[in-house]
């Protein structure tokens, strides 16, 4: 079993910036696709970014320009820039692993507000 940890959640207001780590329990070389999904209160859950094996990253056009995802493979983590926050970038924000079965991290809170 893969097992994910994220941390970075918190409060920034409007335009500021945050970043997300998530931990993982082995190599990230053995996880085909890992990437960042979020759910805002009573809305359909959201994918972020990912990032593959090979490095190819994908964006929701939601984010583009503002958010990065990246990964170190040596510290075995994937992280998530996030730039010139907005309100409705508010949510649980998720980690994603997939290789034979798909694994999630417990999430971490990301609010917006001033």
């Known amino acids: 079993q893969v097992q994910l940890v994220e941390s970075g959640g918190g409060l920034v207001q409007p335009g500021g910036s945050l970043r997300l780590s998530c931990a993982t329990s082995q190599s990230i070389f053995d996880i085909y696709l890992m990437g960042w999904y979020r759910q805002a209160p009573e809305k359909q859950r959201e994918l972020v970014a990912t990032i593959s094996k090979g490095g190819t990253t994908t964006y929701a056009d939601s984010v583009k320009g503002r958010f990065t995802i990246s990964r170190d493979n040596a510290k075995n983590t994937v992280y998530l820039q996030m730039n010139s926050l907005k309100s409705e970038d508010t949510a649980v924000y998720s980690c994603?692993?997939?290789?034979?079965?798909?694994?999630w991290g417990k999430g971490t809170l990301v609010t917006v507000s001033s």
């Open positions: 994603n692993a997939r290789q034979f079965s798909t694994y």
